[in-house]
């Protein structure tokens, strides 16, 4: 069984400043990991994935995430915070070995940019 | 460009009614999927296709009905649908270990 867990429900940060938005998981055999971004009423959207490879993967508008394998996390940053960042976070896992390409989902996190 | 549609995108319906939630994607994926997004609970897959003429159960199956009607589209049905069911409804499609694409969503109430 694979599961994922997100912490902190709200993340609150000034505009221009760092953020983080915390992702631990669990899974049987090697993890693909992937953060999508909510906006209202929309579905979600593609931000970055981890396969293989470098530690740090970034993705879409200036997001990056950094894979911790002794910690089991896959942290969601961005240096500069912008309002428009503002949105529902969803972090999501599989298993390498799944041929169904079936996702596991966290709760999400709501990031609020505040001017 | 259209990605992933999902018709309709609101719904009400009373206790015991049916209805089918239709999906369709123009990315030529072979796999398909059906979840639904409850407050703090993120998305739970319900069913999914992943390649056509082939459908498994998900994490949350019971009460639902699915069917890969061909490469293109993947509908979901509630025979007798009950307030529990009340969510949001979202259909993603994807290729084989790449990002799944989703559509939009159906906003469903059930009285």
């Known amino acids: 069984a694979q599961s994922v867990a997100q912490p902190e429900d709200q993340v609150n940060v000034a505009e221009g400043n760092p953020l983080t938005v915390k992702c631990t998981y669990s899974?049987?055999?090697?993890?693909?990991l992937f953060w999508y971004v909510q906006y209202p009423n929309r579905g979600l959207q593609f931000l970055l994935k981890?396969?293989?490879?470098?530690?740090l993967v970034k993705g879409s508008y200036g997001f990056e995430a950094e894979f911790n394998k002794s910690q089991t996390s896959f942290h969601l940053k961005k240096p500069s915070a912008l309002v428009s960042d503002s949105a529902l976070y969803f972090c999501a896992v599989r298993d390498r070995d799944d041929a169904g390409n079936m996702l596991t989902f966290g709760g999400g996190t709501r990031l609020m940019v505040k001017p | 460009n259209a990605g992933v549609t999902q018709t309709p995108k609101f719904q009400v319906l009373k206790t015991g009614q049916s209805m089918t939630l239709q999906c369709a994607q123009d990315m030529n994926h072979n796999s398909m999927y059906w979840y639904r997004q409850d407050p703090g609970m993120g998305l739970r897959l319900i069913y999914y296709?992943?390649?056509?003429?082939?459908?498994d159960k998900g994490e949350v199956p019971n009460g639902y009905n699915v069917s890969r009607l061909n490469k293109r589209e993947f509908s979901l049905r509630l025979e007798s649908a009950a307030p529990s069911q009340t969510s949001v409804y979202f259909c993603?499609?994807?290729?084989?270990?790449?990002?799944?694409?989703f559509g939009d969503g159906t906003r469903l109430s059930i009285l």
């Open positions: 899974v049987s055999g090697n993890p693909y």
């Open positions: 296709s992943a390649s056509e003429g082939t459908t």
């Open positions: 981890y396969i293989t490879g470098d530690n």
């Open positions: 993603a499609s994807s290729q084989l270990d790449q990002p799944q694409h």
